[in-house]
């Protein structure tokens, strides 16, 4: 099992910046992928970014690339999402999700923080 703690969530103008922090713990060593989700109003959760394997290679939606920027710290077992130019429409619940598989696709995700809310102010 894998547990996993999302913090850093809050309100921000548009324009600003947050920086989303995923803590985890248990069985980590098996896992392949870790990735950020976000789920707005109304809408189905979505694909933000990803991190995979031994090198660390990243992978962005279009939506948010050249914005966010995903990155680990393994001695911390701490997945981080750095938020900036954020806008009104970044306004979402945002989670952490880790697999053993090599993928961007919500059903092959095993395990899912509890998720926190962003919301950007106009």
């Known amino acids: 099992q894998v547990q996993l703690v999302e913090s850093g969530g809050g309100l921000v103008q548009a324009g600003g910046s947050l920086r989303l922090s995923c803590a985890a713990s248990?069985?980590?060593?098996?896992?392949?992928?870790m990735a950020w989700f976000r789920q707005a109003p109304g809408k189905e959760r979505a694909f933000v970014a990803a991190?995979?394997?031994?090198?660390?290679?990243?992978y962005y939606a279009d939506d948010v690339k050249g914005r966010f920027t995903i990155a680990r710290d393994n001695s911390k077992n701490t997945m981080y999402l750095q938020m900036n130019s954020l806008k009104p429409e970044d306004t979402a619940v945002y989670y952490c999700?880790?697999?053993?598989?090599?993928?961007?696709?919500?059903?092959?995700?095993?395990?899912w923080g509890q998720g926190t809310r962003v919301t950007v102010s106009s």
């Open positions: 991190i995979r394997g031994s090198g660390g290679s990243t």
């Open positions: 248990g069985r980590t060593f098996s896992i392949v992928t």
């Open positions: 999700a880790a697999t053993y598989a090599s993928s961007f696709y919500i059903k092959d995700y095993d395990y």
